[in-house]
């Protein structure tokens, strides 16, 4: 009986011997060497404390990176959880065709990287996509602009072109969190006088932080 209990712990022994050598020991080799001048050929290096990375975080190109990465986190943790969130909780409702508007959003999930990427650049073309064909249409042409090509809005124009596909993503999650929700609940609350925000947070509070943490952690993954 006492083999029995211990089985399971010995066929862990083997995967976790390999993430311990792949993975672990290697993180702590590599930091171990960024203190150093090692130039990973020599057999032979000196410990230069952190002059690495002092010249890491002088380097311009390396800031510029983590500046971009800073605006990629923000844009699909901080606008694509509660527009998500938004979206589940709008099409949670039994409204006529609500399944067929469900699966328009979630479109683009079920669409490759090279679709949606192709997808937006015939829309953010600047002579002829359909983005700044729209604006010259509504009399907005000062505000038509080459999207791909300026280094002052290209990075936003990415982001919104990911948040496409990433907000789909957030909305399924969430929308898979609310059909665990009891309607009475919400119903109750709705008898009660609770106004459309109130039963916003009650639903919030309803799901806990397992919900948005788990969906926060997915999409930063995808920043990665």
């Known amino acids: 009986m006492r083999w029995k209990k211990l089985t399971p712990y010995a066929f862990l022994v083997f995967p976790f011997s390999l993430y311990?050598?792949?993975?672990i020991l290697l993180v702590f080799e590599t930091f171990f060497y960024s203190f150093t001048n090692w130039d990973s050929i020599s057999k032979t290096f000196d410990l230069i404390g952190f002059a690495n990375y002092i010249e890491l975080f002088q380097d311009y190109y390396f800031?510029?990176?983590l500046v971009n990465n800073v605006k990629w986190m923000i844009g699909f943790v901080i606008v694509s959880i509660p527009a998500g969130l938004s979206i589940a909780m709008l099409l949670d409702q039994k409204f006529p065709g609500h399944k067929v508007y469900k699966s328009l959003v979630f479109l683009p999930m079920t669409l490759s990287f090279v679709v949606i990427g192709q997808i937006w650049s015939w829309i953010l073309?600047?002579?002829?996509?359909?983005?700044?064909?729209?604006?010259?249409?509504?009399?907005?042409?000062?505000?038509?602009?080459?999207?791909?090509?300026?280094?002052?809005?290209?990075?936003?124009?990415?982001?919104a072109a990911a948040l496409w596909r990433q907000i789909a993503y957030a909305m399924i999650l969430f929308l898979a969190g609310l059909q665990g929700i009891s309607r009475e609940h919400v119903e109750a609350a709705y008898v009660d006088g609770a106004n459309a925000w109130q039963r916003f947070w009650y639903v919030i509070e309803i799901l806990g932080s397992k919900t948005p943490h788990f969906n926060a952690r997915i999409q930063s993954r995808f920043v990665n």
Do not use: C, H, Q
């Open 63 to 65: 800031l510029l990176s």
């Open 20 to 23: 311990f050598i792949w993975v």
């Open 125 to 159: 073309e600047p002579k002829n996509g359909a983005l700044n064909t729209f604006l010259r249409f509504v009399g907005l042409k000062d505000f038509a602009k080459p999207w791909l090509s300026d280094p002052n809005i290209v990075m936003y124009s990415l982001i």
